[in-house]
């Protein structure tokens, strides 16, 4: 058992660590959670047969945040997600104007009219009494957010068509659009 656990408890956190530090959505970030709880379960039995007091209860209490996580972004987060699906599918049927969760200008993929990928939308600047949007900070390029770079989108040339913000304007054209500094945006 020890031997199981040995190899079990380090790969599970490692695994579990990627997938909640990449910030793929509720679900991949629940699932992290079970992995989580499973690499505390393994270092938990790796400090009963040892005889490690403190990691033993370190993995109690760990555990328990696992659990606590694992009800978190696959209960309540992934709900809240569906709900906004909900609300934006339905109103597609309806006369009136389609909606989309705000969520979305913090992760969607934008694209432009052709489908070709811009990047993806980080964030978004809203007029705080009109509630209008202004625009949308996109980055592209780099890995893991190494090496990325922003740019704003105006709203005025995009629009949600789906789960994607789908831009007016083309890939070169986006590409010739000053970058802004992660810490830096513009105020209008």
Request: proline content about 4%; glycine content about 10%.
């Amino acid at each position: 058992m020890e031997e199981i656990a040995n190899w079990v408890a380090p790969l599970a956190t490692t695994i579990a660590a990627m997938m909640t530090a990449s910030n793929l959505g509720s679900r991949v970030t629940g699932f992290g959670f079970a992995v989580f709880t499973v690499g505390s379960l393994a270092w938990l039995a790796l400090g009963i047969v040892t005889g490690q007091q403190s990691l033993v209860w370190q993995n109690i209490i760990l555990t328990a945040l696992n659990l606590f996580g694992i009800w978190r972004w696959l209960g309540r987060e992934a709900k809240i997600e569906e709900g906004g699906k909900t609300a934006q599918r339905e109103s597609q049927a309806l006369p009136a104007e389609t909606l989309f969760p705000a969520s979305m200008l913090c992760k969607a993929p934008v694209t432009d009219r052709q489908g070709a990928e811009l990047g993806k939308a980080v964030d978004a600047m809203v007029g705080a009494r009109t509630g209008k949007l202004s625009y949308v900070v996109v980055s592209n390029g780099g890995v893991a957010g190494v090496g990325e770079s922003f740019r704003q989108l105006p709203w005025s040339e995009a629009e949600m068509a789906g789960d994607t913000i789908e831009a007016s304007i083309d890939a070169a054209d986006f590409e010739r659009r000053p970058t802004v500094e992660r810490d830096e945006w513009p105020a209008r």
